[in-house]
């Protein structure tokens, strides 16, 4: 069985000389599985529909956004100039989300080579997300019957606070976050459970903190999961502050994929942050983590087979 991934680089977002967010690494992801000869399916992530978002978000700031009238506080918030290009590009990685979902529903595994825009709140955006593609896939899904109860297993650097904030009062949703306790955002919010690291934390304690994670998980029980695979913990990350390396965030993705596994419920893999120097060390990193589920995903068909 192939693994279907959606992807949204097809919708590029023009950005001015010298802007930090590495555009880049979508295509060169994309270019880094299709060479791998791993069982993938790449399919162009369509664009959300505007109900679905509005499930979840203040259908003003949705209008606002799409017509380009967000107050320039708001803009400067989210961290990218407004263009039509970002609107579509913005829907396509909610709609590769929502997708990626729905063949997780079918397969077990799915993912979307995009997302984890987990800074967005109900009525606002925030550092390079907009709208919070996890949190309208899980309304999408719950909306159609399909699960009520979800792990969102957030281990991006930042903590996931529009995503925390979004579900805080929602029994039926566990948020786990695993990030820098002094990185951004520097307000955090109140995730199910949320555990901070020191500046530079290596990887054993790091494994460590995230096995502690998915036993949470585990006793959770969710009829789905939502995995942020950010890699921005990588050491050489420009905007991490953690000391991570290659195979550390290797075995992390192991833990995770093994868990899923184990629980036997679809998973939906979403890339989150990345913003090492030079880009390909980014691009390696988040490969890494398809690729592994791809490998641990295989070896249960044939279990299974």
Sequence with gaps: ?????????????????????????????????????????????????????????????????????????????????????LVRRTLASVGGTMSAASSALEDGISGVLAGGTHHAFRAEGSGFCVFNDIAVAIEDVRSRGFASRFAIIDLDVHQGDGTAKLFE??????????????????????????????????????????????????????????????VDGLREDKLGRLGLTHQGLIQ???????????????????LGGGYADPIELTVQAHANTYLTAAEIFRKRNEATG
């Excluded at 786990?176 to 459970?193: T, Y």
């Excluded at 992390?252 to 979403?270: G, H, K, Q, S, Y």
Aim: charged share 30%; aromatic share 10%.
């Design 169 to 230: 009062e929602d029994d039926c949703v566990l948020t786990l976050s695993v990030h820098g306790r002094n990185n951004f955002p520097f307000r955090k919010q109140r995730s199910k459970i949320d555990i901070d690291l020191d500046d530079w934390t290596e990887d054993e304690p790091y494994l460590e903190a995230v096995a502690s994670g998915l036993a949470e998980v585990r006793s959770f029980r969710p009829e789905m999961v939502f995995y942020q695979s950010g």
């Design 1 to 85: 069985m192939s693994i279907k991934l959606y992807h949204c680089d097809q919708h590029p977002i023009p950005l001015p000389p010298g802007h930090k967010f590495p555009t880049r690494k979508y295509y060169l992801l994309r270019e880094a599985l299709e060479q791998s000869g791993a069982p993938f399916e790449f399919r162009p992530a369509p664009l959300a529909e505007l109900g679905a978002v509005r499930r979840v978000h203040d259908s003003d700031y949705v209008d606002q956004f799409l017509a380009g009238r967000l107050e320039p506080a708001a803009v400067r918030r989210i961290g990218f100039p407004w263009s039509e290009h």
């Design 252 to 270: 992390r993705d192991r833990l995770v994929f093994l868990e899923v596994r184990a629980l036997d419920v679809p998973c939906v893999i979403t």
